[in-house]
Antibody, heavy 120, light 107 residues
Framework: QVQLEESGGGVVQPGGSLTLSCATS????????MHWVRQAPGKGLEWVAF????????HYADSVKGRFTVSRDNSKSTVYLQVSNLRPEDTAVYFC?????????????WGQGTLVTVSS | EIVLTQSPATLSLSPGERATLSCRAS??????LAWYQQKPGQAPRLLIY???NRASGIPARFSGSGSGADFTLTISSLEPEDFAVYYC?????????FGGGTKVEIK
């Protein structure tokens, strides 16, 4: 079955950086767009970034543009999110999600998430 | 950016009752709206896509309707496992956006 597993979260100081990873299995990764979505503690969902199946196109939320970079390695079936110049408001669980098989830009399924805490 | 407004914020109902959740968009979405369910400590799950299509494995008591800027998720008869938070999401325009969520709680 389709599996998505995020890693790389942790505690980082304001202004710091991290690279989040999402390792996948159970589907043809190289033909699937991938997304990152985050959820601040006790808050709602916020879409963060998208990368096309071949890496040729990226989209970002305005709140992270210029600070976050999404990338992928199709040989490893893994998508990455480089987060830099972190702010306290970036504290959240970061989920990766696969573009659904039904139509693009629906999220199905999701990983379990990795927590990023920005604090001094 | 398209803003999605969900109402009510909280819905207090008993098992067996009907739940009606609303999602209103700031622009015409045509039918490009989805609904997700999230339980505490879990990742969200896709329920409905393109306004009214149930995702694989989703029970028939979940249905979606609407078009343009007004959309509804209906749960015809609440089961104990349906008490959760529900989010709508649009894919009509970048950036993709979510509504603020509706919590369906046990009365």
């Amino acid at each position: 079955q389709v599996q998505l597993e995020e890693s790389g979260g942790g505690v980082v100081q304001p202004g710091g950086s991290l690279t989040l990873s999402c390792a996948t299995s159970g589907f043809t990764f190289r033909t699937s767009g991938m997304h990152w979505v985050r959820q601040a503690p006790g808050k709602g969902l916020e879409w963060v970034a998208f990368i096309r199946y071949d890496g040729s196109t990226e989209h970002y939320a305005d709140s992270v543009k210029g600070r976050f970079t999404v990338s992928r390695d199709n040989s490893k079936s893994t998508v990455y999110l480089q987060v830099s110049n972190l702010r306290p408001e970036d504290t959240a669980v970061y989920f990766c999600a696969k573009d659904s098989n039904y139509s693009p830009n629906w999220f199905d399924p999701w990983g379990q998430g990795t927590l990023v805490t920005v604090s001094s | 950016e398209i803003v999605l407004t969900q109402s009510p914020a909280t819905l207090s109902l008993s098992p067996g009752e009907r739940a009606t959740l609303s999602c209103r968009a700031s622009q015409n979405l045509r039918t490009y709206l989805a609904w997700y369910q999230q339980k505490p400590g879990q990742a969200p799950r896709l329920l409905i896509y393109d306004t009214s299509n149930r995702a694989s494995g989703i029970p028939a008591r979940f249905s979606g309707s609407g078009s343009g800027a007004d959309f509804t998720l209906t749960i015809s008869s609440l089961e104990p496992e349906d008490f959760a938070v529900y989010y709508c999401q649009q894919r009509s325009l970048w950036p993709l956006t979510f509504g603020g969520g509706t919590k369906v709680e046990i009365k």
